[in-house]
């Protein structure tokens, strides 16, 4: 206990080398990828939790309420001491997609590359790091864990966890904790811890246009047959008002945490070019935290290279709207429903249908496992005390814990730097701040324990 910096200092070199091992698994769960390899990262993630002391480790799946198999999940227990409390540890084994290999600055997005302090590659920072850091604190306290431990490690979170609340229903009593650690989120900045206290929801949808039963010649007919294409363009361009905040008026609003967000960091982190100007009304991290949002994040029409000269009768676009803390889901959809519906954009056939939906999360970060998790951030990170931050992404299964576990303390802790760009090319980890993390969850299962 007197030395536990010097414990997580002297397992780091062999939680790299494990962390290493466990990108080069493509464990992606979309559809069209190779689920086996999900299966081959969970049963990874399963030897690691039993070598670093966990004796109850199993790999565990369901169905999804459509009735599609779920991905595998690991559960790892270790009984609490007495008098002691037990501690959930959450993160996903499953990756986004690479994407196109072409905007990665290596060969293989899910190969290791070190450069300038940070570690490259698919999954190593979402939520690859996340699972090790876990690993990371119990390696360094080995048999000597003060609280008991459950670490629960998701294969499908990246795809929506659609299989995730019937799971936890089906393991709700191992699954039963004090505390919850979700490590799945990010810090304010390098050298500047935060715990997340809020997260806004989704809702992603399908906007399909219909303006005739066939294509036909652009030259004959264009001028008084409108074509599908530019109809969606025109409705996409009603999701926004003239200054670039969301134009459905019944989305809530609310207000974020203190902080201020500097322009040119947030330029500098989103690759901004120059002349591109902001969107939206208010603070900043009040756009990206507790307003909604509209994107449209792809479209179903003919390549421009290949188009034919003719008017679409069809096309269809995919919307993702994120929005506040308060929101819900269901609620948003209908919002966003109506709204597309009104427009009537020359009397086109407009259908409007769900993909998915997520809910947002408050946290009320008071009490004594709030406490104990500043005061382990503030001492991994040598003074400097963690400040409650808000993220644009969501993480909708939290709402699903606070549901099923109401009495536990919810800390939704990460691995992520602002410069992490989890989801995106050249994904990374910054390794100076993978130790703080790793030391911190060691120094948090520590004051969590009963004093004396």
């Known amino acids: 206990m007197s030395d536990l910096r010097s414990a997580v200092e002297a397992v780091l070199p062999g939680v790299r080398a494990d962390l290493e091992r466990l990108v080069r698994i493509p464990s992606v769960a979309f559809p069209g990828f190779d689920h086996?390899?999900?299966?081959?990262?969970?049963?990874?993630?399963?030897?690691l939790l039993k070598g670093a002391g966990l004796p109850d480790v199993k790999i565990v799946s369901t169905t999804a309420p459509d009735g599609t198999p779920g991905q595998p999940a690991v559960i790892g227990r270790?009984?609490?001491?007495?008098?002691?409390?037990?501690?959930?540890?959450?993160?996903?084994?499953?990756?986004?997609?690479?994407?196109?290999?072409?905007?990665?600055?290596?060969?293989?997005?899910?190969?290791?590359?070190?450069?300038?302090?940070?570690?490259?590659?698919?999954?190593?920072?979402?939520?690859?790091?996340?699972?090790?850091?876990?690993?990371?604190?119990?390696?360094?306290?080995?048999?000597?864990?003060?609280?008991?431990?459950?670490?629960?490690?998701?294969?499908?979170?990246?795809?929506?966890?659609?299989?995730?609340?019937?799971?936890?229903?089906?393991?709700?009593?191992?699954?039963?904790?004090?505390?919850?650690?979700?490590?799945?989120?990010g810090n304010w900045d390098i050298g500047h811890p935060a715990l997340?206290?809020?997260?806004?929801?989704?809702?992603?949808?399908?906007?399909?246009?219909?303006?005739?039963?066939?294509?036909v010649h652009s030259g004959m007919f264009g001028g008084t047959v409108p074509d599908a294409l530019t109809v969606l363009c025109r409705l996409m361009a009603t999701l926004h008002d003239e200054k670039g905040d969301v134009a459905i008026p019944e989305l809530i609003r609310t207000e974020a945490s203190p902080l201020d967000y500097p322009e040119e960091r947030l330029r500098a982190e989103a690759g901004m070019l120059?002349?591109?100007?902001?969107?939206?009304?208010?603070?900043?991290?009040?756009?990206?935290?507790?307003?909604?949002?509209?994107t449209v994040l792809g479209i179903d029409a003919p390549g421009a290279q290949e188009s034919a000269n003719a008017l679409q009768p069809y096309a269809r676009a995919k919307v993702s709207i994120r929005i506040a803390p308060g929101e819900n889901d269901m609620q948003a959809f209908e919002y966003l429903k109506?709204?597309?519906?009104?427009?009537?954009?020359?009397?086109?056939?407009?259908?409007?249908?769900l993909d998915q939906g997520g809910l947002p999360c408050v946290i009320d970060a008071t009490g004594p496992a709030y406490d104990a998790a500043r005061d382990a951030f503030a001492e991994a990170?040598?003074?400097?005390?963690?400040?409650?931050?808000?993220v644009g992404g969501s993480i909708p299964f939290i709402a699903t814990f606070q549901e099923m576990?109401?009495?536990?303390?919810?800390?939704?802790?990460?691995?992520?730097?602002?410069?992490?760009?989890?989801?995106?090319?050249?994904?990374?980890?910054?390794?100076?701040?993978?130790a703080r993390v790793c030391l911190a969850e060691a120094y948090l299962l520590r004051n969590l324990a009963p004093k004396g």
């Open 338 to 353: 109506k709204h597309l519906l009104a427009q009537d954009v020359w009397g086109a056939e407009v259908t409007v249908s």
């Open 381 to 390: 990170w040598d003074g400097v005390r963690p400040v409650d931050i808000g």
């Open 78 to 185: 270790r009984p609490a001491p007495e008098g002691a409390p037990t501690v959930l540890l959450y993160a996903h084994h499953d990756v986004q997609p690479a994407g196109n290999p072409a905007e990665w600055e290596q060969d293989d997005p899910f190969e290791i590359v070190e450069r300038d302090g940070r570690l490259f590659g698919r999954g190593a920072a979402d939520d690859k790091a996340g699972v090790m850091a876990h690993v990371a604190a119990l390696r360094a306290f080995g048999d000597d864990l003060p609280v008991g431990v459950t670490v629960f490690v998701e294969g499908e979170e990246e795809y929506g966890s659609a299989s995730l609340e019937k799971l936890i229903e089906e393991y709700q009593e191992e699954l039963a904790a004090d505390v919850i650690v979700i490590a799945d989120s």
């Open 405 to 434: 576990f109401p009495q536990a303390a919810v800390l939704v802790t990460g691995v992520e730097d602002p410069d992490a760009r989890a989801h995106g090319p050249n994904e990374s980890l910054h390794l100076g701040e993978f």
């Open 274 to 294: 120059d002349g591109v100007e902001f969107i939206g009304t208010g603070r900043l991290v009040e756009r990206m935290w507790t307003k909604p949002t509209a």
């Open 196 to 215: 997340t206290t809020s997260l806004r929801g989704l809702v992603n949808a399908y906007i399909e246009v219909r303006t005739s039963t066939h294509a």
């Open 36 to 47: 086996s390899h999900v299966r081959r990262s969970a049963e990874a993630v399963a030897e």
